[in-house]
Every structure is written in C-alpha cells, then in structure tokens.
C-alpha cells in the first residue's frame, strides 16, 4: 500500500507532465517536465518519485515516466 505523500507526488508528476507542453513532442515535454521536477521540488521528492519509478512506475503516465527517468 502507498502513502499519502507518495500518492500526492505521482499526482504532482502527472500533472506537471501533462502541463508543461501541451501540443509539443512528447520529448520536449519530458524535458520541461524534468527541469521544473529539478528547480521546484526538493531532493527528498524527486529521490521519493525516482524510487517509486524504478519499483514499479505503473501509475506514472508515459510523459512522467519519461520525465523522472531525466532526472540526476
């Protein structure tokens, strides 16, 4: 079972995903997506995000995915 705050950051990373370029290629996207999760969100969320991606991923839509696989 997931936690709140886990639940909460995959709703975050769909949706900025889904908002950071509508209408551009899905790379341009992930790239946004990447550089706002990068400038905006503390360390401890974006290693949070980057776990859950490599144990499972399953409720991260494919920009998201895509996204937090770009992150350091």
Known sequence: MM?????????M????????????????AADRAANHLTRFWAPSMRFQIKGYLLEDGSLLDDIAKDAVSRLA
Request: proline share 8%; net charge negative.
């Open 13 to 28: 990373t769909n949706q900025i995903a889904a908002h950071c370029a509508p209408g551009e290629p899905s790379s341009v």
């Open 3 to 11: 936690d709140q705050e886990l639940t909460h950051l995959i709703k």
